[in-house]
């Protein structure tokens, strides 16, 4: 997620922040009490690794304010036409038109390096390209808040202002390339600071970006509770398949099941929440009622009816108390809220691409005895034709999901305010004790 990936980037760039006497750190010449472990040649070599991975920092960048402000023609603007986060882009272009390295290999990415200090540039290369994939999954124009933005413009201009700072500190290393105007870089940055902490931050962009995608729980049945969740676990993923009518249904009654045993375990210990398990097992009842007469032979669905029929059936050996934790209810509940989307969309999709059809009877003649009498045949038709069913506004209105209210995760601010300070450190002065603050 973004919030992971920028707080990697944030957290390495702060200790970069914190050490000073770069030549000594690299093994070059410092104190006399130091000797000095590496060549001219030696340490070009390893500024030469560090400006590589601080490629890969600016071109993270680049990607952020893309994603946040994505005016694509800024060429013929001036200074006095462009915004301050137009200025920003405007400035980092010309920067990374300048440089002249590659981005880091994939071995320098997950090679530990000897020295520390370049170890910490490696980290944060390496959160860069993990973050890279967060743009384009969620953390991007369109998707997000104004708030959510101008957080995503003031992290990128930040970690800017960091860049700017090692810059100069970095100047001795042998062979090293500063970066093209620092100077307008480093203004810019400070003015895109400024004018995107106006408002108040939206720190819930932390939650968005890229994902792994869940993966089965495989092995032997889990005791308890967690028996039950891995089972509800497997069923969720397993609903990505589109299921057929009949594996539609085994997995509704599973869930109403499901539903019921809970609600009878939870009426002791918060009767307000059994009751809103109660209402969803009888969403899921009229839902398996409203289904008995829909058919549909497209589609699989097998793993997933067989794993909500196992669910259902730990369900029911669950002893009275085994909802009595609060963190396995609230998992719980997750899952089950994650299976009431899938489910709602499956038969949304099914109905609207008319892969499952109702059974209704209609009058017809049969021959019997050399006589025509009435008879009742069956016949299959689109849910979508006048056909007097309520699968789809239960669907609808009981089984869509309560909006999530997204809170800012733990720590997001913290990060940011601990960045900000070492942006600003200095180091103590010459004879103090290190755990003495300078002013």
Not at 303 to 323: F, N, T, Y
Request: glycine share 10%; net charge positive; hydrophobic share 35%.
């Amino acid at each position: 997620m973004y919030g992971e990936t920028s707080g990697m980037l944030r957290d390495a760039l702060a200790e970069l922040l914190r050490q000073h006497r770069i030549q000594q750190r690299i093994g070059g010449a410092g104190l006399h009490t130091v000797p000095e472990t590496t060549t001219v040649d030696e340490r070009k070599a390893i500024g030469e690794q560090i400006a590589r991975y601080r490629y890969a920092v600016l071109v993270w960048c680049d990607q952020a304010m893309r994603a946040a402000n994505p005016r694509i023609n800024l060429e013929g603007s001036t200074g006095r036409t462009r915004g301050p986060a137009e200025e920003l882009r405007y400035r980092l272009a010309r920067t990374l038109g300048g440089v002249e390295v590659d981005l880091p290999t994939m071995d320098e990415l997950v090679t530990e390096q000897p020295f520390g200090l370049v170890d910490t540039w490696r980290e944060a290369a390496r959160a860069c390209v993990l973050g890279e994939h967060d743009f384009n999954n969620g953390v991007g124009y369109g998707r997000l808040s104004e708030a959510e933005c101008l957080t995503v413009i003031k992290d990128a201009a930040d970690v800017i202002r960091a860049l700017v700072g090692l810059d100069r500190r970095y100047a001795n290393i042998p062979g090293w390339h500063l970066l093209k105007e620092p100077g307008r870089l480093g203004r810019a940055a400070e003015t895109c600071v400024t004018w995107a902490g106006y408002g108040e931050p939206d720190y819930t962009v932390d939650l968005r970006g890229w994902n792994p995608a869940p993966t089965l729980i495989e092995g032997p049945r889990l005791p308890g509770i967690t028996g039950v969740l891995q089972a509800q676990h497997n069923l969720l993923i397993h609903l990505g398949t589109f299921p057929t009518a009949q594996n539609l249904r085994v997995v509704l009654d599973s869930q109403r099941i499901v539903s019921r045993e809970a609600a009878r375990r939870l009426q002791p210990i918060d009767p307000a929440l059994a009751a809103r398990w109660e209402r969803r097992g009888e969403t899921y009842g009229r839902l398996v009622r409203e289904t008995r007469d829909i058919g549909g032979l497209i589609g699989n669905g097998g793993p997933a009816a067989g794993q909500g029929s196992v669910a259902a059936a730990r369900m029911e050996k669950l002893d009275r108390d085994g909802l009595s934790e609060a963190p396995q209810v609230r998992r719980f509940q997750r899952i089950s809220g994650g299976i009431d989307e899938r489910v709602r969309n499956v038969i949304e999709h099914g109905i609207a691409a008319r892969l499952y059809f109702q059974r209704i009877s209609v009058p017809g003649l049969n021959d019997y005895n050399d006589e025509l009498v009435y008879v009742a045949r069956q016949k299959f038709v689109p849910i979508t034709s006048p056909v007097k069913t309520e699968l789809l506004a239960i669907v609808r209105s009981d089984l869509r999901p309560t909006p999530i209210q997204r809170k800012a995760p733990t720590g997001a601010a913290q990060s940011r305010l601990d960045f900000e300070a070492a942006l600003h450190h200095r180091p103590p002065p010459r004879g103090a004790s290190p755990d003495v603050p300078s002013i």
